[in-house]
């Protein structure tokens, strides 16, 4: 029990292990604009769950960590579902639902960027990125 303790004081801050799942490419009707809501648009996903996996590195179990294709899924499934005018509620309803399916989750940061946004420019993306915390 002590050594799990002193694993996990390791663990805090900018030290704490990392699962990432990097710019996935999703197509949704999310904006508060008409144009937006009724057209598909890409979105680049990026997601990174803060997470001691001392357990898994040390049992070689998937039981032990996150699966990957389980958080995938839950974007793309949130994102045909979205009812949402913007990607700040879109990328809060993801990082809270990764929080409240994978208990050893600690901490959540979604990055929500729309390549394609209906703004007259030459940009490669605008986004947002948000942080939520297990208890926060």
Not at 22 to 36: F, H, K, P, Q, W
């Amino acid at each position: 029990m002590q050594e799990s303790r002193r694993w996990r004081i390791s663990y805090v801050g900018e030290q704490m292990d990392r699962i990432k799942l990097n710019r996935i490419e999703l197509t949704g009707s999310i904006g508060a604009l008409d144009v937006e809501k009724t057209s598909s648009q890409r979105y680049w996903v990026s997601i990174e769950i803060r997470v001691d996996l001392s357990v898994a590195g040390k049992s070689d179990r998937l039981e032990d960590t996150i699966d990957y294709a389980d958080v995938f899924a839950m974007s793309e499934s949130l994102m045909r579902e979205s009812n949402c005018d913007l990607i700040e509620t879109y990328a809060d309803r993801l990082a809270r639902a990764v929080l409240e399916r994978h208990e050893i989750a600690i901490e959540v940061v979604i990055e929500v960027l729309k390549p394609d946004a209906p703004i007259d420019g030459n940009f490669e993306s605008v986004g947002i990125e948000i942080t939520r915390t297990r208890g926060g």
